[in-house]
T-cell receptor, first 111, second 113 residues
Framework: TQLLEQSPQFLSIQEGENLTVYCNSSSVFSSLQWYRQEPGEGPVLLVTVVTGGEVKKLKRLTFQFGDARKDSSLHITAAQPGDTGLYLCAGPIASGSRLTFGEGTQLTVNP | SQTIHQWPATLVQPVGSPLSLECTVEGTSNPNLYWYRQAAGRGLQLLFYSVGIGQISSEVPQNLSASRPQDRQFILSSKKLLLSDSGFYLC????????????FGSGTQLSVL
């Protein structure tokens, strides 16, 4: 059973469109992280959200942590082909030395 | 600055052969070290993590083992590879006692034939 459920699994959109992807859990997390991974590379950390209700912006990307700290969303405005990649959410488990990952959302932005 | 090196980038091995993947971290001391495996386009499964030399925790029973002979060196091994061992293997590090942010290597694509 996945602790973190991501949706949608696949998303293909045209350049300039907006999109939102989701990361949900029935468990409370002290924090959640979002990573982006390109083919043949390791994931790269985009942001960490820590406080319930927190909103963080990274250029055209907006990250939100749910009030109950059980879910998070990533909204991309005016998507560009360079946004293409696998978006993974992750959260600490047990003692906090380990992260559990969602299955990811594979985003393709077509020119 | 900190860097993480993982090699080889690609590996094709026959079933039953041994495996050794190496990962080293530079520019930091006493890191937590991790081995993850990833199926194509999917999430990451934690295989092993280590909080110090010789200290290895295994997350799932499997055909693989890990060792940490030096503070910044993490090795993933197998005596006899299975077809099901194929996948993308990622090494990562984090600051010990920090906020669990992971920094990943560039991965090894292993194909067992």
């Amino acid at each position: 059973t996945q602790l973190l459920e991501q949706s949608p699994q696949f998303l293909s959109i045209q350049e300039g469109e907006n999109l939102t992807v989701y990361c949900n859990s029935s468990s409370v997390f002290s924090s959640l992280q979002w990573y982006r991974q390109e083919p043949g590379e390791g994931p790269v950390l985009l942001v960490t959200v820590v406080t319930g209700g927190e909103v963080k912006k990274l250029k055209r990307l907006t990250f939100q942590f749910g009030d109950a700290r059980k879910d998070s969303s990533l909204h991309i405005t005016a998507a560009q082909p360079g946004d293409t990649g696998l978006y993974l959410c992750a959260g600490p488990i047990a003692s906090g030395s380990r992260l559990t990952f969602g299955e990811g959302t594979q985003l393709t932005v077509n020119p | 600055s900190q860097t993480i090196h993982q090699w080889p980038a690609t590996l094709v091995q026959p079933v039953g052969s041994p495996l050794s993947l190496e990962c080293t971290v530079e520019g930091t001391s006493n890191p937590n070290l991790y081995w993850y495996r990833q199926a194509a386009g999917r999430g990451l499964q934690l295989l092993f993590y280590s909080v110090g030399i010789g200290q290895i925790s295994s997350e799932v029973p499997q055909n693989l083992s890990a060792s940490r002979p030096q503070d910044r060196q993490f090795i993933l091994s197998s005596k006899k590879l299975l077809l099901s061992d194929s996948g993308f293997y990622l090494c990562a590090w984090s600051v010990r006692g920090g906020n669990e942010k992971l920094f990943f290597g560039s991965g090894t694509q292993l194909s067992v034939l």
